[in-house]
């Protein structure tokens, strides 16, 4: 017998059924014709699911609605029913980083104008405003800001090729490094040497920079990598391995910046 469930109950069966048959969430939002990042929070019991939508499901993963929505129901028992008419894979869009260095040194730069002045602004701060600048655009744009890799390390994410680029911009004369001290701790420091060409950045792009600078620019070290360390891409990465830019998605309050309500859906 069918019972009412909650969206976060349906969400996490989408979620078992999707990967039993081995779909990602691109395939799926494919197939209803809505944004990946609906697919995602319609996973995480954010988003609603709509009646059409649950038929559309049923049809993909091959599941009765009547037994899907029982309180009993276990994903195992109807994975050998799934049709296979799904659309083929490749065709669909599948968004891979691909470091861009040029935007990386010029959003950098851009971050060090802004900002690196304040005593606070070491390597650690450094590293977790251009975490959250690339993480925070593609949750909102679903396309990669500078398609840096970023890797799960004790202190938080940490890109990776930055000290490769950082080698390069010293020996240009881009940046100069200081070594100093900030409370007692040894604390290294970047000074722009160099103007960040802003030519290199859309407009949406320098928005969601500049909300990041406002928002944790004058934040501690220790402050910005406990909190870096509750975003749940980082929470949900084992240790040293690089960060999927997908678990954005999963983001929930006060870690997401993209608002889902209402959010139209394209075709």
Known sequence: ????????????????????????????????????????????GNRNVSVIELIKLSDVLGFSLDKF????????KEIETVVEDFPAKQNMRISIPELNIKKFKNILLYILERCGGKPNVGETVLYKLLYFSDFNYYEVYEEHLTGALYRKLPY???????????????????????????????QTRYIPMDKADLTELTAAEKDVIDQVIARFSDWSASAISEYSHKDLPWKATDDGDIIDYELAFYRESPFSVRTYDDEPEQP
């Open 69 to 76: 929505l029982a309180k009993e129901y276990k994903a195992q």
């Open 1 to 44: 017998m069918a019972t009412r469930l909650s969206s976060k109950q349906i969400g996490k069966r989408i979620v078992e059924l999707r990967k039993l048959k081995g779909y990602s969430q691109e395939d799926l939002a494919k197939f209803l014709e809505i944004p990946r990042s609906s697919v995602a929070q319609m996973e995480l």
């Open 156 to 186: 938080g994410p940490v890109p990776q090729k930055l000290d490769s680029i950082i080698s390069k911009m010293l020996e240009n004369g881009q940046l100069q490094r200081i070594k100093t001290e900030y409370h007692g701790y040894p």
